[in-house]
T-cell receptor
């Protein structure tokens, strides 16, 4: 099992460009999450999907959109990147929303110039 | 939303020493995890511990949900324990405790 995978690992964008971060899990988990981590800080929840077909806003959703493509995949889209979105983005999954252990991917380091 | 406070913010230990990290949270939760973020940025699950006590080798954790705190104990610390320790009640992360273990 690969666990939670994320692509790309690194990305540099110019202000105003768009991009999609991909996340996939092979653990048959129902819930998936997107977080961002700014330097020296803890993680903040952007969006989550409690189950296939549902998505909800987290703590810092502005400037982002998500798609739960199927049970395995959960993507995060930046429509018009801003320097304030420079961060490390982590995807996570767990068996069911609100229960049990959350497993994290390796992260995507995004720089917006 | 729930407020999370971790202490101390920074901790420097000599190899072999013991330590206790604390996590206070503002609301009742039925879901709490401890993570270790290693120097390469990888997040590693330590414990899922909404209540009670768990042990895994040199690490143990206790959560007293009614009093809204959780503790992480590290015994006989090793240099590989260095990194940042986060508690996360119900998807809300604290700012972390940065641990440095010196040889």
């Amino acid at each position: 099992n690969a666990g939670v995978t994320q692509t790309p690992k690194f990305q540099v964008l110019k202000t105003g460009q768009s991009m999609t971060l991909q996340c996939a899990q092979d653990m048959n988990h129902n819930s998936m999450y997107w977080y961002r981590q700014d330097p020296g800080m803890g993680l903040r929840l952007i969006y989550y999907s409690a189950s296939e077909g549902t998505t909800d806003k987290g703590e810092v959703p502005n400037g982002y959109n998500v798609s739960r493509l199927n049970k395995r995949e959960f993507s995060l889209r930046l429509e018009s990147a801003a320097p304030s979105q420079t961060s490390v983005y982590f995807c996570a999954s767990r068996t069911s929303f609100g229960t049990d252990t959350q497993y994290f991917g390796p992260g995507t380091r995004l720089t917006v110039l | 939303g729930i407020q999370v406070e971790q202490s101390p913010p920074d901790l420097i230990l000599q190899e072999g020493a013991n330590s206790t990290l604390r996590c206070n949270f503002s609301d009742s939760v039925n879901n709490l995890q401890w993570f270790h973020q290693n120097p390469w940025g990888q997040l590693i699950n330590l414990f899922y511990i909404p209540s009670g006590t768990k042990q895994n080798g040199r690490l143990s954790a206790t959560t007293v949900a009614t009093e809204r705190y959780s503790l992480l104990y590290i015994s006989s610390s090793q240099t590989t324990d260095s990194g940042v320790y986060f508690c996360a009640p119900y998807m809300r992360f604290g700012a972390g405790t940065r641990l440095t273990v010196k040889p």
